[in-house]
Nanobody, 124 residues
Framework: QGQLVESGGGLVQVGDSLRLTCAAS????????MAWFRQAPGKEREFVAA????????HYADAVRGRFTISREKVKNAVYLQMDSLMPEDTAVYYC?????????????????WGQGTQVTVSS
């Protein structure tokens, strides 16, 4: 079994930055591809970014590419999401997820472990 705990969310202004952290308690964490999803009120949970278990490949949703950066630190069992140039449409609950597949997936059903989420609110 595994546990993911997100932190770092908060209320910020347009153009500000935030860094989300996902602390993972998963056996063989280094073998999991990790991702961030988000869910805004009244909308479905959507893919934001992912990093392959090797750390060699990342993938971003078009809406965040160039503004968000995903990274991982295997020795700390942690995944990060650096969010810059935040906009009101980035307001959502952000979730960390883990997948043991060999490839990066954007479909949420593939991910086997999920955190409880952290709220990000961008005020204009």
């Amino acid at each position: 079994q595994g546990q993911l705990v997100e932190s770092g969310g908060g209320l910020v202004q347009v153009g500000d930055s935030l860094r989300l952290t996902c602390a993972a308690s998963i056996r063989n964490f280094g073998s999991y591809t990790m991702a961030w999803f988000r869910q805004a009120p009244g909308k479905e949970r959507e893919f934001v970014a992912a990093i392959h278990w090797s750390g060699a490949t990342t993938h971003y949703a078009d809406a965040v590419r160039g503004r968000f950066t995903i990274s991982r630190e295997k020795v700390k069992n942690a995944v990060y999401l650096q969010m810059d140039s935040l906009m009101p449409e980035d307001t959502a609950v952000y979730y960390c997820a883990a997948d043991q597949s060999s490839y990066i997936h954007v479909e949420r059903d593939v991910y086997v472990f999920w955190g409880q989420g952290t709220q990000v609110t961008v005020s204009s």
